[in-house]
């Protein structure tokens, strides 16, 4: 095993940011992935696992290899072999190679800003896969990027070297342990990992062979920018940002007015959207709204704009009722963020500091001022260098690369049009890019997971499927649970459609059942 060991010599609440954090994890890990009964073993010996200190890769210090039992640790249940590390000056990941290994490596995402180090797949290792996260170069909180200021080097790692660096070391590290290359490599990721996942896709073609972005913020800088226009909106003077503009309840009555007059529109009075795009909402009709509010709502609701035209998409109806919709990303309060860092929402924590650190490098940034009008001047520097929206593929098709992008059609933090868009950019580059990208949107599903709508599905499986037995993906079936862990139930399913189609109730049978629901 010593031998071995020296071989390879390359390589984001309900209103909270715990809870922030605690949505897209577990979007992604979810707990639909099986424990590994039958996989075949890597030639794993745990005994040997600590020897891994003395692996010696350029540019990368082993700080920590232990062995780790069946059941030690939270959401892994399989006994692993997990090792620690810095690469560079401050890289930093975490990898979990399982004692029974299938042969595959998956990497997980990390969401915001990151800071820590983030693995939002780390539940698959139960399924028998490797896998590793990363802090993608820096720490701090998910929502703050101070880190930042003045570092063109933690900057690049953000935005796309660190993961593909933690990919290349990942790997020698697996091929060193087991004494065997990987078969298959793959990524998934939700919000900024969504992110990381395209720009891996475009950037770093040869990385994986199946990727997973959900809910990406692939036009970071656009993003930004709405929620520079949405808080500008929602709290027109940074001074007085301790008072909501809406309450919980008024919020809920905005979701139901909308939800009763547009759910039966897709053919079935379910409580979920299929499609909000044909919901047309006249928000001066809302009752129990001050004309205020109102105008807020439709600034809110529009498309982000300046004098030289669209910046961003606009954001859907849904959502706009649930704790961890509106009220935690758009609204507020959250009283965490404002103990924190004095902001009232998500979008605010994020888009303030985005412009702060990361476009003007200047801590006195005051949105309350910036009109967008210089938006792409101001931007250029930062887009190249965070923004995953290169719709040309041609090199990871040419690999045999697949893609799947998922999206909550009532995201709170990331409007699923933003994904539309990408998508069909690059099917207007490549018609025949359903090949090997495909598009799932999910109703009623808030950010990564929450809300309504069926928000747990193995990604895993399915990028697998798709990339080992060439399987394309024209159903799939989303679960929503009820109850926590062990004790959780299935209380509704419902089939994913490849964009543009979408479920449609066949007429009979529970509308709970996926089984009732065709493609079409």
């Known amino acids: 095993m010593k031998t071995r060991l020296f071989a390879g010599a390359l390589i984001a609440c309900a209103i909270s940011l715990s809870a922030i954090t605690h949505a897209v994890t577990a979007a992604v890990t979810h707990a639909a992935?099986?424990?590994?009964?039958?996989?075949?073993?890597?030639?794993?010996?745990?005994?040997e696992c600590s020897n891994l200190t003395t692996l010696k890769l350029p540019d990368?210090?082993?700080?920590?290899?232990a062995a780790v039992p069946a059941g030690a640790t939270g959401t892994v249940r399989v006994p692993h072999c997990r090792v620690a590390g810095v690469i560079g000056k401050e890289i930093r990941f975490s990898l979990l190679m399982p004692d029974e290994w299938n042969h595959k490596f998956l990497m997980g995402g990390g969401?915001?800003?990151?800071?820590?180090?983030?693995?939002?797949?780390?539940?698959?290792?139960?399924?028998?896969?490797?896998t590793v996260g990363t802090d993608t170069g820096h720490q701090g909180s998910v929502t703050q990027a101070d880190w930042a200021l003045n570092s063109p080097e933690r900057q690049e790692n953000f935005g796309h070297l660190a993961v593909h660096r933690t990919a290349e070391v990942a790997k020698s590290i697996i091929r060193s342990y087991y004494g065997s290359t990987e078969t298959r490599s793959y990524f998934s990721g939700?919000?900024?990992?969504?992110?990381?996942?395209?720009?891996?896709?475009?950037?770093?073609?040869?990385d994986f062979d199946g990727i997973v972005a959900g809910a990406p913020a692939g036009d970071f800088t656009g993003i930004g920018a709405q929620f520079i226009k949405d808080m500008r909106a929602a709290f027109p003077d940074s001074s007085h940002?301790?008072?909501?503009?809406?309450?919980?309840?008024?919020?809920?009555?905005?979701?139901t007015q909308i939800v009763d007059k547009c759910d039966a529109l897709d053919g079935v009075k379910d409580g979920l959207m299929e499609d909000p795009r044909m919901c047309k909402v006249d928000v001066g009709a809302l009752t129990g709204l001050t004309d205020v509010q109102r105008a807020m709502l439709k600034a809110i609701y529009a498309e982000t704009k300046n004098k030289d035209g669209v910046i961003y998409p606009a954001q859907p109806v849904g959502g706009e009722g649930e704790a961890a919709g509106w009220q935690a990303w758009i609204t507020g309060l959250s009283p965490m963020l404002m103990t924190a860092q004095k902001a009232p929402s998500s979008r605010y924590a994020f888009g303030t500091e985005m412009f702060k650190y990361l476009v003007f490098g200047d801590?006195?940034?005051?949105?309350?001022?910036?009109?967008?009008?210089?938006?792409?001047?101001?931007?250029?520097?930062?887009?190249?260098?965070?923004?995953?929206?290169?719709?040309?593929?041609?090199?990871?098709?040419?690999?045999?690369?697949?893609?799947?992008?998922?999206?909550?059609?009532?995201?709170?933090?990331?409007?699923?049009?933003?994904?539309?868009?990408?998508?069909?950019?690059?099917?207007?580059?490549?018609?025949k890019a359903g090949k090997y990208f495909r598009m799932f949107l999910m109703p009623g599903v808030l950010h990564c997971a929450g809300g309504p709508g069926p928000d747990t599905v193995d990604w895993a499986a399915a990028i697998d499927e798709w990339v080992d037995k060439g399987k394309a993906p024209e159903r799939?079936?989303?679960?929503?649970?009820?109850?926590?862990?062990?004790?959780?139930?299935?209380?509704?399913t419902r089939p994913l459609c490849p964009y543009p189609q979408h479920a449609v109730y066949n007429g009979t049978g529970s509308i709970d059942e996926a089984a009732n629901f065709a493609c079409r």
């Open 190 to 206: 939700c919000s900024n990992g969504g992110r990381q996942a395209l720009m891996e896709a475009q950037r770093y073609p040869a």
């Open 476 to 492: 799939i079936v989303a679960q929503k649970r009820a109850g926590a862990g062990a004790a959780a139930t299935v209380a509704r």
């Open 33 to 47: 992935v099986p424990a590994l009964t039958s996989a075949p073993s890597g030639g794993a010996n745990p005994a």
């Open 111 to 130: 969401g915001g800003f990151v800071g820590t180090v983030q693995n939002q797949a780390q539940s698959v290792v139960n399924a028998g896969y490797a």
């Open 363 to 431: 801590p006195s940034f005051d949105y309350t001022r910036y009109d967008l009008s210089t938006y792409t001047k101001d931007t250029a520097r930062a887009a190249a260098i965070l923004n995953a929206t290169d719709p040309n593929l041609d090199a990871f098709k040419k690999r045999g690369g697949k893609l799947l992008l998922w999206h909550g059609w009532s995201d709170p933090a990331l409007t699923a049009l933003g994904s539309i868009k990408y998508y069909e950019q690059v099917k207007a580059r490549d018609a």
């Open 60 to 65: 990368v210090k082993v700080t920590e290899a």
């Open 241 to 255: 940002i301790a008072t909501a503009p809406f309450s919980p309840e008024a919020l809920k009555s905005i979701e």
